[in-house]
């Protein structure tokens, strides 16, 4: 089982709706990650926190908001979102950001915005 | 150039065969190649993952084969078993491992 927890499971939200998605690791790592993943297609990297602090965006639209409270939490807040931003938002930490470091995956939420 | 290029797309090998999965890439920065396992419905998972200083490393019925002269990599599941079925991605990080870049990925379907 992955020790990185992500809640909910799955959300469906109309487009003026505000929503979060939640993570949380306990293995005591200091980066986390959001990507998003479209069916059969690999996992796209939105952002990246390393020591509680945004050290990647990928680019993405403002309609998507991180916010990383602690070193164990980590939450996407969506807003205004789009039908094509329907897909599986998957949340993953590893030690430090450094290569060679592994990069455990949770199970994601499922978002479909109707 | 952050493009890993992984083939087949789909890939169906009886039970007890071997599966083969092939990727490429360009980035000479790329310093760490891993390979994920993802089931329906869940999230990705480390399989095995493999340095360019060795050129194989075995786990189990699981093996990396790395040839850094010619840029490429694979991943080869001996003896496969339907529990294998499932997508495979590579993977590639640079020295700094901040980005992982991953191939598009392979659908493995061992049939009993």
């Known amino acids: 089982d992955t020790e990185v927890t992500q809640t909910p499971k799955h959300l469906v939200m109309g487009m003026t709706n505000k929503k979060s998605l939640k993570c949380e690791q306990h293995?005591?790592?200091?980066?986390m990650y959001w990507y998003k993943q479209k069916a059969k297609k690999p996992p796209e990297l939105m952002f990246v926190?390393?020591?509680?602090?945004?050290?990647i965006n990928e680019s993405v639209p403002s309609r998507f908001s991180p916010e990383c409270p602690n070193s164990s939490l980590l939450n996407l807040h969506l807003h205004a979102l789009q039908p094509e931003d329907s897909a599986l938002y998957l949340c993953?930490?590893?030690?430090?950001?450094?290569?060679?470091?592994?990069?455990?995956f949770g199970e994601g939420s499922w978002l479909t915005v109707v | 150039q952050q493009q890993v290029k992984q083939s087949p797309q789909s890939l169906i090998v009886q039970k007890g065969g071997i599966s083969i999965i092939n990727c490429a890439y360009e980035?000479?920065?790329?310093?760490?190649f891993p390979w994920y396992q993802q089931f329906p419905g869940k999230g990705p998972a480390l399989l095995i993952a493999?340095?360019?200083?060795?050129s194989e490393k075995k786990e189990g019925r699981f093996t990396i084969s790395f040839n850094k002269s010619a840029k490429q990599f694979s991943l080869h599941i001996m003896d496969s078993q339907p529990g294998d079925s499932a997508t495979y991605f590579c993977?590639?990080?640079?020295?700094?491992?901040?980005?992982?870049?991953f191939g598009e990925g392979t659908q493995l379907t061992v049939n009993p």
């Open positions: 993953a930490s590893s030690n430090r950001i450094l290569s060679g470091n592994t990069i455990y």
């Open positions: 293995m005591g790592h200091r980066a």
């Open positions: 926190y390393s020591y509680e602090k945004l050290s």
């Open positions: 980035n000479t920065a790329f310093d760490y």
């Open positions: 493999i340095r360019p200083d060795v």
């Open positions: 993977a590639a990080s640079p020295t700094s491992g901040s980005r992982l870049t």
